[in-house]
């Protein structure tokens, strides 16, 4: 059973940049496509951007292209979320996820592992 732990979360000015963690314990993780998601108070969680086991197959959410970028390190058995150009409409808890096989997912019901969470609160 593979299990998920974010890190790097914060307060950040408008503006600012934060880089997100998720390192993977339990699994192959080369093998997983993995994917980002957040939720913000009072809304579903909803996807931020994915990318496959190869590191390839990039895709993101219309309202963070340009601004956010996920890779991974399979030697560290971590995936990555840098985001820049933070606007308060991204404070969410941010949170990565893990499906098999070689293409992530844009549909949350199509990751059976989770992490807890990270916060991240932007400050306008």
């Known amino acids: 059973q593979v299990q998920l732990v974010e890190s790097g979360g914060g307060l950040v000015q408008a503006g600012g940049s934060l880089r997100l963690s998720c390192t993977a314990s339990?699994?192959?993780?080369?093998?997983?496509?993995m994917g980002w998601f957040r939720q913000a108070p009072g809304k579903e969680r909803e996807f931020v951007g994915g990318?496959?086991?190869?590191?390839?197959?990039?895709v993101y959410a219309d309202s963070v292209r340009g601004r956010f970028a996920i890779s991974r390190d399979n030697a560290k058995n971590t995936v990555y979320l840098q985001m820049h150009s933070l606007e308060p409409e991204d404070t969410a808890v941010y949170y990565c996820?893990?499906?098999?096989?070689?293409?992530?997912?844009?549909?949350?019901?199509?990751?059976?592992?989770w992490g807890q969470g990270t916060q991240v609160t932007v400050l306008s």
């Open positions: 996820a893990v499906r098999g096989g070689p293409y992530p997912s844009r549909t949350y019901g199509e990751y059976p592992a």
């Open positions: 339990g699994g192959t993780f080369s093998s997983y496509s």
């Open positions: 990318l496959g086991w190869s590191g390839g197959s990039t």
